[in-house]
């Protein structure tokens, strides 16, 4: 009985750990305990990586957080045909920021996918995050082992990669696209900007709103 009541005990102070966690501000830039130190900002000119023709008339711009279930959801459900209507047909250009939130792997997995871009193996990389998030995003344990086999399944060098994790070597590029955020009013994600202005309809990040939005803009710039 004696030992009943002290796995009980350790079940509910873990549960209060995660409970901390998951309560944690919405715009937190702390990391979880165990992660990477961050070191201070320091921006090396990188804007975020694109999908989409520079010549596109429309760019939109996302602040995404890799274990965020929005983010998530946005960019299994929504995002493929975005880029297939949207993208893949000039109309617009897509870049991808960084905004770490308070969850344990936030920043952790926004290394992983830096680190898999240093080798050419971005998008793949994060489209994969967003795919498995329900497998990674819900562990207590780190799953370092788990994004490495992510990295070398979609293709990347593995010492060349392990080189990169090891010397959190893009963790300052990160916390500069998340203090950029932070400036223009990021609290949350995912959240998106089009042209430089802020997303019209945060109740609404459907594909067809997407398309809708574009249309309008595009209509909007031929009249002038």
Not at 61 to 72: I, L, R, W
Not at 171 to 193: K, Q
Request: proline share 5%; glycine share 10%.
């Amino acid at each position: 009985m004696k030992r009943f009541y002290l796995l009980l005990a350790a079940v509910v102070v873990a549960g209060g750990v995660w409970l901390w966690w998951a309560s944690r501000e919405k715009g937190a830039a702390a990391p979880a305990a165990g992660a990477s130190p961050v070191p201070a900002a320091a921006s090396d000119g990188f804007t975020g990586y694109t999908l989409g023709s520079d010549s596109a008339p429309i760019e939109i711009v996302e602040y995404a957080d890799y274990q965020c279930g929005h983010c998530g959801e946005f960019a299994v459900l929504q995002f493929p045909v975005i880029k297939q209507q949207l993208i893949a047909t000039g109309r617009v250009r897509w870049r991808l920021r960084d905004f770490p939130l308070g969850f344990p792997w936030s920043r952790l997995s926004a290394l992983a996918a830096q680190c898999a871009g240093e080798q050419g193996k971005f998008w793949p990389m994060a489209d994969t995050l967003f795919l498995t998030q329900s497998e990674w995003g819900r562990q207590a344990r780190d799953p370092s082992g788990a994004f490495r086999s992510l990295a070398v399944g979609v293709g990347v060098d593995r010492d060349k990669y392990d080189a990169c994790m090891a010397g959190t070597r893009y963790a300052g590029r990160i916390e500069a696209s998340h203090e950029e955020g932070v400036t223009r009013g990021v609290n949350g994600t995912p959240t998106f900007f089009v042209n430089g202005s802020p997303w019209p309809d945060t109740h609404n990040i459907s594909s067809d709103r997407f398309r809708q939005v574009v249309d309008s803009v595009i209509a909007a710039k031929k009249k002038r």
